[in-house]
């Protein structure tokens, strides 16, 4: 028989195993910290019907579906009417309004699952990626404190994660809305238009951006006549977006230094003005947040606040965890208004990223124990030994083929296994083992009775500077 | 704007969060256990090259594969190229043949992720469904010794699963067919012919077998003339398959009173041997596997040993968790020669089913406390506490949005949530904080210094009597 050649396709992130932990390490403490500040999980399935996910007109070609079909339906030459969801933000208004008479509201929800677009194949772009989302989703209302949690959430995630420093940027669309309003630029096409263009000054820089609104003005019909866009606005959005604070006072003084402007602005300046205040009560320190008005985040969603966060080393990496506050979540299945804030961690992106960049640690299995045998005839001795330390919650395997002991040793350091547990005839009669740490390049000998205890510091110690 | 309906596909089984909780519980469970035995994770893509997933000729159709295509590869009317895995075992095999130099042999993964098959609706059929599997895979030679160490993994699993007691059955491919062989019954046709019909005996009977071997006998061209197929050897069959142990001597006891027979029958007999006594050393009582001379399990795939797993009070539900060995995992990829041992867990049908049965419980969360919200200008304090809360490890909501007392009361019991903490103005000043406990409908007060050390004994209580 011919070989099929062993593939997967472009734009997956296949791992090898002790890559595959780093990553699932990371899947760990995303999911720990969502539940420890009370948000419950869900999981969807990962086909939907074609017409339930692709309700907005443009969404199938803009996020490249992917449509499935059974054997069945394909060869009776059926149009496909399932489709692999693309993000998790569909799904859930979806699962809302499905279910919403058997949640209780606000609705705190964490999903963390795989979500797939046809991208073009292209270094770094991905088919499948998991995505890590919270959103709390109120009935008819939702108070903004609930905007103040999400950061709280995102700073204890990542502080857990240990990726090195990192700054979680706020904005508010009322805020800058209001703030186009006062310049004359009321029609929300323009303001998309203007905000496409101010959302590259960190990509290209003030004088980039400044050059792309000149061409705006100068090209676009919407502007040519009402000429709003004269270089004094041009200035002032760039005053405007280039407003970061240093502290939690310097982001009030200076959002208060923006002086008066229509009610949206004086609303989305309220309302960021409780968010900053509240982040802090939430215990996250000023060094973790700023104010950046140049944050827009998606261009028709969010409607309230606007998160962005970075890594302040690696601004390259751009946001690793975006999100914000939308006015209604489920508007095409039911008529409940269903308000709500959420983020999402693109985490196959991230990984990839931070191995890319070196920041992420590999090179240890979750395997803590390697059991190795030296005499057959004495496997039951050494699958009592393995016995016990599994029932002590340290993860163990033992040597069931045999072999010589050097390659029972390569195995073990190839393998990633910390710790590998030599019992010969000596160590039995004497009621001890030798255990040889492969990562100190150390050994030493502890009685069976202290080994377990011998063990768990040494794991313990482990963890905490992992 | 009309509205969509907002729905699911059929054969999907899609969970309100408590009972997502219990899943993700066994998810859990499932994959501590087996992280325990030294098994490292891999997860694959869920799409694949179809070509890579359907070299074997039939399986399309028997599989139902789902068929995968992007928007634009849709468009231009081609043919898909790529399906969704219709389990692991084929993904493993691409997997290991992919990555072969980059692995240590023996290889010894789980992997816990959903697969899809197109089934026909029906009640208790999944479309998507869990499968967590864990496998062995030698280069050239694996030790029968693994065949051993599975059923000590799928003991500690369902053990700690605590879904009532359970059997795990074993059989060997070599005896079965060395015994067949011994009847004159020699052609692998026939043998899989018998072993269909012999397959169905705990559903039909012994009886009812009898009469399918007769039916048999009379119908099937390939025994019509040979004739092997007379009432005495049926007889011998049905006293082969009904050989089950009540201990690991009685089940050594049975084997040799099979008497002698050909040599693959003496090898099935020997590897048993080893195995079931290799079992007892692993730490499985002998109250949970016996010897079954029934269990065929799959036609072709098998080669050696071979389990299933079946819930003493449930014979209805089947096996729960099934595998066994394999001479060559990647013919098709590889000239590797790769034998393994596996086996499976089908959660989502395990789960539906126990739910079904009343043997999950739900209605816990993971938010192990709420904190009220009696006035909101404490915000701060409440959030205080939370923080602390959190810090311990304590899963805990906060009210953000206010309200009655008594709805937030509400609200916390149909989440699922036990601790409610009331910390008002009399609260605050005395350094206290009232806790209500939903479960033990009780409230108790303690001392903000004694709140942390409290739940904890309280939380770890309930997680043994889980």
Redesign the interface.
């Known amino acids: ?1 011919a ?7 472009p734009g ?1 992130l ?5 890559d ?2 780093a990553f ?1 390490r990371m899947l760990d403490v995303i999911r720990r910290n969502y ?4 948000f ?10 074609s ?2 996910l692709l ?1 907005k007109t443009g969404g ?2 803009e996020r ?11 060869e009776q030459g059926e149009k ?1 009417d ?1 489709a ?1 969801r693309f993000d998790l933000t569909v799904p859930l ?3 809302v ?3 919403e008479h ?3 509201f ?1 609705f ?2 964490y999903q963390m699952q ?1 979500v ?1 677009r ?1 991208e073009r194949a292209q270094r770094g772009r991905f ?2 990626f998991y995505q890590c989302d919270i959103d709390v989703i ?1 009935k008819d209302s ?2 903004v ?2 905007d103040a ?1 999400l950061p709280a959430v995102i700073y ?1 995630v990542f502080r857990e994660l240990n990726i090195g420093a990192f700054t979680i940027q706020l904005n508010n669309r009322k805020l800058m809305r209001g703030f186009f309003e006062s310049l004359g630029i009321t029609d929300g096409e323009q303001q998309t238009l203007v905000l496409r263009e101010v959302d590259k000054i960190d990509k290209i820089g003030v004088d980039g951006v400044t050059e792309k609104l000149r061409l705006q003005l100068a090209l676009d019909s919407r502007f040519e006549h009402g000429s709003q866009l004269t270089e004094d606005t041009i200035r002032k959005i760039l005053d405007f977006v280039q407003v970061r604070s240093t502290s939690l006072q310097d982001a009030f003084d200076k959002l208060d230094a923006l002086g008066p402007g229509p009610e949206s602005m004086e609303q989305g300046r309220a309302e960021l003005k409780e968010v900053l205040g ?1 982040i802090r ?3 996250v320190p000023e060094t973790h947040y700023v104010l950046n008005l140049s944050i827009a985040r998606g261009l028709d969603y969010y409607t309230g606040t606007v998160y962005e966060t970075t890594l302040n080393d690696h601004p390259q990496i751009g946001s690793i965890c975006s999100g914000g506050r939308y006015e209604n979540l ?6 409940s208004k269903l308000p709500g804030v959420g983020i999402s961690i693109g985490l196959t992106r991230l990984y990839w990223q931070l191995r890319d960049a070196g920041l992420v640690a590999t090179g240890q ?3 803590d124990v ?1 059991v190795t045998q030296m005499d057959a005839a004495q ?2 001795a050494y ?2 030994l393995a ?1 016990e330390l ?1 029932s002590a ?6 040597v ?3 072999g010589k002991l050097g390659k029972q040793f390569k ?1 073990a350091d ?2 990633g296994i910390r710790f590998v547990i030599v019992l010969g005839e000596d160590e039995i009669a004497k009621g001890v083992v030798t255990v040889k740490d492969l990562r100190r390049e150390d050994q030493f000998e502890v009685s069976r009775a202290e080994l377990i205890k011998a063990l768990r510091v040494e794991l313990a110690q482990a963890e905490v500077g992992r």
Chains 1, 2 share one sequence.
């Open positions: 028989m070989l099929t050649p062993a593939r997967t396709m997956v296949e791992l090898l195993p002790l595959q932990i699932q539940e420890r500040f009370g419950v999980p869900v999981e969807t399935p990962v086909i939907e019907f017409d339930v309700t199938e070609t490249q579906v992917y449509f499935v079909q059974s054997t069945g339906s394909l496909p399932l692999l208004a979806r699962y309004a499905e279910h058997d949640l209780s606000p705190r929800r795989r797939y046809g088919r499948e109120g939702l108070s404190r609930y949690e204890s509240l009560d939430f215990g489920a508007s095409q299945y039911t008529k299995s979750t395997v390697l496997m039951p699958l009592a016995n599994r919650g340290i993860a163990t395997e033992v069931l083929e045999g195995y190839r393998a």
